[in-house]
């Protein structure tokens, strides 16, 4: 019997992604000083206001001040009508020491033997339903704002839109959980306040009915045109005239960002991760360094069960790896295919391979991620994984607050850099 999945995104100016850009900035620019340093930065953000806390263990020195409005400036609260603008905002910091008893269990003699930064299970996940081995529903709602944001960015068209949006995408699956049909789009834009007459001074007219129309003619053809097996899912959707297209279903949508909503850290982690589909152990993400296994096994997680996907072991892969604080080796490993493993193996049978390909001690997942790299500012806004894997030049600021470039490899964990070798382990 077919049935209806349905995933949301949220783009990088919704108040909790505004915060997660925040505390993973702070932490590139203090690993980009110290490649070491221990670092757990939480963010509040509401109106007028961002409050920075959380402990950190860093030789270097970071202006929070700078790092903070750079970050929301780049985002587009840029104006003061917003209610909350880059240059404008109070910035309080609580930053403080890291705890020495956090310290004795992550911190050894030899580094292979680090501990775990905390107790915890962690999941990663990977479906070869999309050509990123990412579920359709979410990969289709990232796309969706991100092609939004980029739209506003570039300011040529839509130019009435405000930072903040969200998106949700239902999809109709068969028996096989096999994509079939979209089923509804529901997007909801950040907006200029209503008016009509385009001659006016203010800008370009707008109406509800007019951000229904460009949704329809700018956004999702502009969309519909990437190279994605599916494509032709969302054309399909474009010409149906009982589509289900929700643009703003409250009618208005002026008020928003950090204004309309509180936006904390590690609130979206759904949309950080899979959309719903695989599992997720709790943990947020942002702000955090390498050595808190939240994060760093997580994104193991999901290396290795791409891995498995894209090798043909299985169409469908989840990974759950855990942890007790202080301990290198992981608590557990396991493995489910879902009953869609592609050689004559039980799961348990596979997650024994899999443990004698990946070492899972906090220590080597950094080491092969390569993970003590500021590379961690991209991962808060349109998810962390199923993302490009990629060598990008970055700025951050020295101790003295000049400025100075680097190149940063991002989403390592996304990369096939062991198909080979998972292969002849598999006999494939």
Not at 111 to 121: K, L, N
Not at 145 to 150: E, F, G, K, N, Q
Not at 393 to 422: C, M, N, P, S
């Amino acid at each position: 019997m077919h049935y209806l999945f349905t995933s949301e995104s949220v783009s990088e100016g919704h108040p909790d992604k505004v915060s997660d850009q925040i505390s993973d900035a702070i932490l590139d620019n203090m690993l980009a000083q110290d490649p070491h340093a221990h670092v757990a930065c939480e963010t509040l953000c509401t109106t007028g206001q961002v409050v920075i806390a959380g402990e950190v263990s860093c030789k270097g020195w970071v202006d929070i001040q700078r790092v903070v409005r750079k970050t929301i400036a780049e985002i587009g609260y840029t104006k003061a009508e917003y209610k909350f603008e880059a240059e404008s905002c109070g910035i309080l910091t609580a930053l403080h020491a890291q705890s020495q008893d956090i310290n004795m269990g992550v911190s050894r003699a030899k580094e292979e033997e680090q501990g775990a930064g905390d107790q915890g299970m962690m999941f990663g996940y990977a479906t070869d339903e999309t050509d990123n081995f990412m579920p359709l529903t979410l990969d289709l709602a990232h796309t969706l704002v991100y092609t939004l944001a980029r739209i506003r960015k570039e300011g040529k068209q839509m130019t009435y839109l405000r930072p903040d949006s969200k998106s949700q995408v239902t999809i109709e699956y068969d028996e096989q959980n096999r994509p079939v049909r979209i089923d509804t789009i529901v997007l909801s834009t950040q907006h200029d306040p209503f008016r009509t007459g385009a001659s006016q001074p203010c800008g370009e007219e707008v109406t509800p009915e007019i951000i229904k129309k460009d949704i329809i003619e700018i956004l999702l053809p502009r969309v519909a045109t990437r190279d994605s097996r599916y494509s032709h899912l969302l054309h399909e959707f474009l010409a149906d005239p009982n589509a289900k297209l929700l643009v703003n279903p409250t009618g208005n949508f002026v008020i928003g960002g950090p204004h309309g909503d509180t936006g904390l850290t590690g609130r979206k982690i759904i949309v950080d991760t899979y959309g719903g589909r695989g599992a997720h152990g709790g943990g947020a993400f942002s702000g955090k360094d390498p050595s808190k296994v939240d994060r760093s096994a997580a994104y193991a997680a999901r290396w290795i069960a791409k891995h498995l996907v894209a090798a043909g072991v299985a169409h469908e892969a989840l990974v759950q790896v855990s942890y007790a604080i202080g301990v290198a080796e992981p608590v557990s490993l396991y493995v489910n295919t879902n009953g869609t493993a592609r050689v004559a193996m039980s799961d348990a049978e596979i997650a024994q391979h899999v443990a004698k390909l990946f070492d899972l001690r906090p220590a080597a997942i950094i080491r092969d991620l390569k993970l003590t790299q500021p590379m961690y500012e991209e991962t808060a806004k349109y998810g962390h994984v199923g993302r490009t894997n990629e060598v990008v030049k970055k700025t951050f600021l020295d101790a003295d607050g000049q400025e100075y470039t680097r190149e940063v490899e991002l989403f390592t964990w996304e990369k096939l850099d062991r198909i080979e070798t998972v292969k002849k382990e598999f006999e494939i």
